[in-house]
């Protein structure tokens, strides 16, 4: 056995060694308008010789390997119990409350850095949370999401500086722009299969920051637009003194001022952004067209068999789906509070679709849960963070081999025959 | 007017210079869409990757003190079409052999993943700022008058119309004469029929990503020779025009690939000499959205009939 796998190990570790050499094990250096070369180092090289060591051995040894992972005793199976009673609506319920009571409470417990970064979690959850719609719902593969953030953001960011609106208004405003550019792409693009949809939409993705880099006249370019106003509570402003004709927040209630309390405002306004984009979704997941977005990712023959629109329906998960992203960006242009292009590039999109991904398609408590990860780990391992994106990469090819169903899979409803 | 036609001459020769090595690029996409249905999404970064090979075996054999120019492009094409070739093929053992026959999102996803591990690679590698190599290649010839405005024509330009000129040349043998290429044929008409009457396919499906990734290559070593300067990040948007080159052209079909390179590629030139430079991009996808919309079968693609 060893001696038939012999031939792909040497293959295998020489295609490592042809992988990597040049291409790591030398370095281009620019000196002047020459160009030379510096060999990258020991340790780059034993790194090599390690990794072609490690797939040589892997693939000598992959059939006892095998056989070892098979004879290996399972994770323990979650009691039959416990899982039954995971499926009563009461204890799930239950669940939910206590998530969103600690939700709430969690900026009266946590520092000021604490729930910064918990209002960061909160805007990817509703990013993962839309996108879900689109990617994991109706089964649309959409790589320029982040355009509609970018819509978002800049029509609030636009509108409060040509039009001084509001952060409601144009929180709504924001919403409807965003929704308007997803009906309006997604109509000639709609009739396409899955895998050009997801290139025309990147495209998309792209003409959207090379337009607003170059319309240097309305959107700044490169540079920016700064001082987009901040959410105000009730008219009620979060600074030290309120601006002409308005009331700040300790004034009115009668308490002193503290920055924390701005923080601690944007973060419920996520929080309760984000409620209501779960309770909207899982309201029109019950109604027809949230059946038909599922029916449709199944099988879109079936679908048109049963007098189903594929259009219609698949257009109107895009708007929907870009409409929260365009929520999204107005909330992010509100809490940054300055805006670049730099924002919304195709690597953002990458990283909502490893949320939705990682999560598990369709499952909402999936994207929440992986929006958390994807956020507080990259926060945690600052060391990392030259391989942050090396380690993403590789984590999305990994994740689709080992589990393409995500973290936690939704549980689709479903009905079946008993024999 | 004959100014504004040299200038008109001038945007076509650059648009179809640029135009020849999309058309390489987009051969990759369209076969391997054209057997396996999917798209390879890494397939910009195997063409990064093939710009960096060359600058790198160009600065080496210049070190050991090679002067000899033809030398040193030779070995630049062979050495860097080899290490990418590899490259394909662990891209199609790692993120579409395990995952074939599943959800079609799912190698997509897996490819997308791979192009973002492939482009950190490369700038933990090599650093992430450009770099720029003085042109090995100077000089061409002049069209029009001597005096006055004309358009010219580089040796560099001529060497990136012979060299696509030859590689498509040796590709339609390969496909239309060789047994390997009448074995690839068979495997875009049906793939499960090819498996029964005895074809190796995952050899097959893995020789379409090494010719992709091998074409690839030589579009990377062209066009980093023709600009001069390379970084990590040019994979992407290469990627892109590539697609939409290949789509333009019907996608599945080697002479739409050609056909669609080169349309963009004046379309490009075009758009960045009589309007603006920073919009080139946007008419680009612009136009592939236009296509896609009036005809998303592509100007040489057969429509796709849904199966059951």
């Known amino acids: ?419 | 007017m004959p100014e504004s036609l040299y200038y008109f001459i001038q945007q076509l020769l650059n648009g179809l210079t640029v135009g020849s090595t999309y058309a390489l690029i987009a051969i990759g996409y369209t076969m391997v869409y054209g057997i396996i249905g999917m798209i390879n999404f890494a397939h910009g970064e195997i063409y990064m990757i093939g710009s960096y090979i060359a600058f790198i075996v160009i600065a080496a054999l210049a070190m050991f003190g090679i002067e000899s120019v033809p030398l040193l492009i030779f070995a630049a094409f062979v050495i860097s079409m080899v290490v990418t070739s590899a490259y394909g093929y662990s891209i199609e053992r790692v993120a579409y052999r395990p995952l074939r026959g599943g959800n079609r999102l799912i190698p997509l996803i897996s490819a997308i993943g791979m192009s973002i591990f492939l482009q950190n690679l490369v700038r933990i590698a090599q650093g992430s700022r450009d770099i720029a190599m003085p042109s090995l290649i100077t000089g061409g010839i002049d069209i029009g008058p001597q005096d006055a405005f004309h358009a010219s024509l580089s040796y560099m330009q001529m060497i990136i119309f012979a060299v696509t000129l030859v590689s498509m040349v040796l590709l339609t043998l390969f496909i239309s004469r060789s047994r390997m290429g009448r074995a690839c044929r068979a495997c875009a008409e049906d793939l499960k029929m090819t498996n029964l009457l005895g074809i190796n396919t995952n050899g097959i499906i893995a020789l379409t990503f090494v010719i992709g990734a091998a074409l690839a290559a030589i579009a990377g070593v062209l066009l980093g020779m023709y600009y001069g300067v390379i970084n990590p990040y040019i994979g992407f948007m290469a990627g892109l025009k590539a697609f939409t080159a290949a789509v333009l052209g019907g996608i599945g079909s080697i002479p739409g690939a050609v056909l669609g390179g080169l349309l963009l590629g004046v379309t490009e030139a075009i758009t960045a000499g009589y309007f603006s430079t920073e919009y080139k991009d946007v008419v680009a996808f612009g136009l592939l959205i236009l296509i896609l919309l009036f005809r998303p079968s592509g100007i040489l693609g057969r429509p796709e009939v849904e199966k059951v």
């Open chain 1, 1 to 419: 056995m060893i001696r038939a796998n012999l031939k792909p190990a040497v293959i295998s570790a020489v295609v490592v060694v042809v992988l990597s050499g040049l291409l790591m094990g030398v370095r281009l250096d620019q000196d002047g308008t020459n160009l030379s070369l510096v060999g990258a180092g020991p340790d780059v090289y034993w790194k090599i010789a390690i990794a072609a060591t490690f797939i040589f051995f892997y693939n000598l040894f992959r059939d006892h390997l095998a056989r070892l992972w098979q004879s290996m005793p399972g994770m323990p199976k979650t009691p039959t119990q416990l899982v039954e009673a995971s499926k009563k609506p009461v204890l799930r319920q239950l669940f939910w409350c206590f998530l969103i009571a600690l939700a709430i409470l969690w900026p009266f417990i946590s520092n000021r850095g604490g729930t910064d970064l918990a209002t960061l979690v909160l805007i990817y959850v509703m990013l993962g949370l839309g996108l879900n719609i689109v990617v994991g719902l109706a089964g649309l593969l959409d790589l320029g999401y982040v355009g509609f953030y970018a819509v978002g953001a800049y029509g609030y960011a636009l509108l409060a500086m040509y039009f001084d609106i509001g952060f409601w208004t144009g929180l709504i405003s924001a919403g409807l722009l965003a929704a308007l550019f997803g009906f309006l792409l997604g109509f000639p693009v709609l009739r396409l299969r899955g895998d050009y949809l997801a290139i025309v939409t990147l495209g998309f993705g792209e003409i959207i920051r090379i337009l607003l880099n170059n319309m240097t006249w309305l959107t700044n370019g490169p540079n920016g637009i700064g001082g987009i106003p901040k959410p105000t509570l009730f008219g009620l402003e979060f600074s030290r003194k309120a601006s002409e004709g308005m009331q700040s927040f300790h004034d009115f209630v009668g308490i002193d001022y503290s920055s924390e309390h701005r923080v601690m405002f944007l973060y419920l306004l996520a929080l309760l952004l984000v409620l209501i984009t779960l309770f909207v979704i899982n309201r029109l997941l019950r109604m027809p067209i949230g059946r038909a977005w599922e029916a449709l990712r199944e099988d879109e023959i079936a679908c048109r068999a049963l007098g189903i629109n594929p259009t219609a329906v698949k257009l109107s998960a895009f708007t929907i789906g870009a409409s929260f992203a365009g929520f999204a960006g107005c909330f992010f242009a509100a809490r940054q509070g300055f805006i670049s292009p730099e924002s919304f590039t195709f690597i953002e999109s990458a990283i909502i679709l490893a949320i939705v991904v990682l999560g598990g398609m369709g499952s909402q408590i999936g994207v929440i849960l992986a929006a958390i990860i994807m956020t507080i780990l990259p926060e945690m391992a600052r060391e990392f963070n030259e391989y942050r994106m090396l380690l993403f990469g590789l984590m999305m090819v990994l994740m689709m081999i080992w589990r393409p169903q995500g973290l936690l899979p939704m549980n689709r409803p479903h009905l079946e025959l008993r024999t």
